[in-house]
């Protein structure tokens, strides 16, 4: 499967983003997750997604501002982000899971999109 992340940008504080990640080639029922990765620190897991959708994870840092959802018709998971922080400033990756659940360890995905960039003024 191969992964392509975009609708990432250059926001204010307070202001909104929506991540899409199209996945292509051998699609099938993968977990999703978003991870993120500023500058000098570790990958860290932010949302992640069944492939039944029926059920999500979020980082405690995105809880009540992000949203993450699929639509397996369109092999496309979204992330909304809402009332961004400084804080949230990353390049953000999605990745598909090695199986069908939700999986918390960047280990357990097979593969990895390219990448978007995020960046919140303050």
């Known amino acids: 499967v191969q992964l392509q992340a975009f609708g990432g940008g250059l926001v204010q504080a307070g202001g909104s983003l929506r991540l899409s990640c199209a996945a292509s080639?051998?699609?099938?029922?993968?977990?999703m997750g978003w991870f993120r990765q500023a500058g000098g620190k570790e990958r860290e897991l932010v949302a992640a997604?069944?492939?039944?959708?029926?059920?999500?994870y979020y980082a405690d840092s995105v809880k009540g501002r992000f949203a993450i959802s699929r639509d397996n018709a369109r092999n496309t998971v979204y992330l909304q982000m809402n009332s961004l922080k400084p804080e949230d400033t990353a390049v953000y990756y999605c990745?598909?899971?090695?199986?069908?659940?939700?999986?918390?360890?960047?280990?357990?995905?097979?593969?990895w999109g390219q990448g978007t960039q995020v960046t919140v003024s303050s």
């Open positions: 990745a598909a899971a090695l199986f069908s659940g939700i999986e918390y360890s960047a280990a357990r995905y097979i593969a």
């Open positions: 080639g051998r699609t099938g029922n993968y977990g």
């Open positions: 997604i069944a492939w039944s959708g029926g059920r999500t």
